[in-house]
Antibody, heavy 121, light 107 residues
Framework: EVQLVESGGGLVKPGGSLRLSCTVS????????MSWVRQAPGKGLEWVGR??????????DYAASVKGRFTISRDDVENTLYLQMNSLEIEDTGIYYC????????????WGQGTLVTVSS | DIQMTQSPSSLSASVGDRVTVTCRAS??????LAWYQQKPGKAPKLLIY???TLQSGVPSRFSGSGFGTDFTLTISSLQPEDVATYYC?????????FGGGTKVEIK
């Protein structure tokens, strides 16, 4: 059974940092392209960024709204995806979902349950 | 960037009704369009990709159509368990973009 389990969310002040983790099981993580998608309270979905597999050069791309502040990385030994978030803004508040791309296509066949990040003073 | 516009933003229909949700892209995206269902308090779930291909395990009352800029998601016979918000997503190129969502309720 495929599982994606996020952790690391919480309350942080504006300008602060937070690192999210997503531990996966049930599939070969090192072959998978992975992504983070977020959802502000009561709002729609926003793609945050993506990391390809190392065999596909491990290319990383970010949404313009987070570029330069957020960093995506992966540990293929620990089967874990990370999202390092720096210089957090109130607008970064929301649920952050870890997602898997389906077979190298740019849509998502598995989602984690999400972890809540609240940026507030 | 290509914008995705969904309509309506919400709808209310009776059990057994045929329901249609529309998604329009600001520029052509071929058939690079996916649909997701998000039930309250849950993560989204992939329903359809390639504009019309049903994801494994999704009930056959769901269907998708369209190409280029105009797409539709149809529920042929609305069931109580279909109460959710539905999102389209274009994936032809970065940035990946979602529509604003359509909330479907039971009348």
């Amino acid at each position: 059974e495929v599982q994606l389990v996020e952790s690391g969310g919480g309350l942080v002040k504006p300008g602060g940092s937070l690192r999210l983790s997503c531990t996966v099981s049930g599939f070969t993580f090192n072959n998978a392209w992975m992504s983070w998608v977020r959802q502000a309270p009561g709002k729609g979905l926003e793609w945050v960024g993506r990391i390809k597999s190392k065999s596909d050069a491990g290319t990383i791309d970010y949404a313009a709204s987070v570029k330069g502040r957020f960093t995506i990385s992966r540990d293929d030994v620990e089967n874990t995806l990370y999202l390092q978030m720096n210089s957090l803004e109130i607008e970064d508040t929301g649920i952050y979902y870890c997602t898997r791309y389906k077979n190298g296509n740019y849509y998502f066949d598995y989602w984690g349950q999400g972890t809540l990040v609240t940026v507030s003073s | 960037d290509i914008q995705m516009t969904q309509s309506p933003s919400s709808l209310s229909a009776s059990v057994g009704d045929r329901v249609t949700v529309t998604c329009r892209a600001s520029h052509g995206i071929s058939n690079y369009l996916a649909w997701y269902q998000q039930k309250p308090g849950k993560a989204p779930k992939l329903l359809i990709y390639g504009a019309s291909t049903l994801q494994s395990g999704v009930p056959s009352r769901f269907s998708g159509s369209g190409f280029g800029t105009d797409f539709t998601l149809t529920i042929s016979s609305l069931q109580p368990e279909d109460v959710a918000t539905y999102y389209c997503q274009k994936y032809d190129s970065a940035p990946l973009t979602f529509g604003g969502g359509t909330k479907v309720e039971i009348k």
